[in-house]
């Protein structure tokens, strides 16, 4: 069975930071790309960062670019995403997906259960 | 940034009822559209990827169309388990999200 484990979600005060994991299984994770996509409560879905399958290109969106770095180590076949300088507005709840392909843009084909991150002082 | 707008925002209707959900693009996204379906304390999940082609044990009541800047989802006959919230998403550029049509129980 194909499966994504979110961990690593908390409270954290402005301009903190924090490192999120994503445990894969159930498929040859180097193999997709894989993307951090967020929910505030009540709101709609962002996409966040995505990695290829090798882990050599990075891509991120435009309000979390230069304060998130996505990274896996394909040893363990997982996915992390560390959140620094914080903000109110990064809080959500944060999704891991692979991608439906090797593509680094492709539709998001498996999710994970999601870990909660709340940023406020 | 491509913007996504989905309509109506929320669709009341009854099980057995056909559901058409509308989704539009502020450009051409060529077919790069994929539907999602979240239900409360869930995460979303793929129904149709590539605006037409249902993804992996999607019943095929779900079917999708369009190509361009307009795109529709259609449930044929909603089952009491098709009543949540629906997202488009385009892939043309990085990705973006519609803001979600709700389809609730009339």
């Known amino acids: 069975e194909v499966q994504l484990v979110e961990s690593g979600g908390g409270f954290v005060q402005p301009g903190g930071s924090l490192r999120l994991s994503c445990r894969a299984s159930g498929f040859t994770f180097t193999s997709y790309a894989m993307s951090w996509v967020r929910q505030a409560p009540g709101k709609g879905l962002e996409w966040v960062s995505v990695?290829?399958?090798?882990?050599?290109?990075?891509y991120y969106g435009d309000s979390v670019k230069g304060r998130f770095t996505i990274s896996r180590d394909n040893s363990r076949n997982t996915l992390f995403l560390q959140m620094n300088s914080l903000r109110v507005e990064d809080t959500a709840v944060y999704y891991c997906?692979?991608?439906?392909?090797?593509?680094?843009?492709?539709?998001?084909?498996?999710w994970g259960q999601g870990t909660m991150v709340t940023v406020s002082s | 940034e491509i913007v996504l707008t989905q309509s109506p925002a929320t669709l009341s209707l009854s099980p057995g009822e056909r559901a058409t959900l509308s989704c539009r693009a502020s450009?051409?996204?060529?077919?790069?559209l994929a539907w999602y379906q979240q239900k409360p304390g869930q995460a979303p999940r793929l129904l149709i990827y590539?605006?037409?082609n249902r993804a992996t044990g999607i019943p095929a009541r779900f079917s999708g169309s369009g190509s361009g800047t307009d795109f529709t989802l259609t449930i044929s006959s909603l089952e009491p388990e098709d009543f949540a919230v629906y997202y488009c998403q385009q892939r043309s550029t990085w990705p973006t999200f519609g803001p979600g049509t709700k389809v609730d129980i009339k």
């Open positions: 997906a692979k991608s439906r392909t090797d593509w680094v843009n492709d539709a998001f084909e498996i």
């Open positions: 990695i290829s399958g090798g882990g050599d290109s990075p």
């Open positions: 590539d605006a037409s």
């Open positions: 450009q051409s996204i060529s077919s790069y």
